[in-house]
């Protein structure tokens, strides 16, 4: 488990979150993490996560299962996540990706 590591993560890049909302994000992070057998590597968790939503053009492995609080903490995990590693995806990917996530919300 590597809460701990991920709490470090997102607190490196989310400093004004409350830290019982980086302890929630933590969470699902490595939940996800242990999902896909990745361990402690966000780019490589985020690059994983991307592929399979702009594949599929949905959300679901994010938001299959887990009560619904559970489902708007991990979308919301996402946004971080793919915020955080923008520069990483192209412009229309990032677009696509948006457009998931707030049909997802809706």
Not at 46 to 66: F, K, P, Q, S
Not at 69 to 87: M, P
């Amino acid at each position: 488990m590597d809460i701990e590591n991920y709490f470090q993560f997102i607190k490196q890049f989310r400093p004004d979150l409350a830290t019982q909302t980086l302890r929630k994000y933590a969470k699902e992070l490595d939940f996800f993490a242990d999902a896909y057998q990745i361990g402690f590597e966000p780019i490589q968790l985020c690059e994983m996560l991307v592929d399979i939503a702009l594949e599929t053009l949905n959300l679901d492995h994010i938001t299959l299962i887990g009560m619904d609080y559970e489902k708007s903490i991990r979308l919301a995990v996402f946004r971080n996540l793919i915020d955080i590693f923008k520069t990483t995806l192209r412009k229309k990917d990032y677009e696509i990706l948006d457009a998931l996530i707030l049909e997802k919300r809706i």
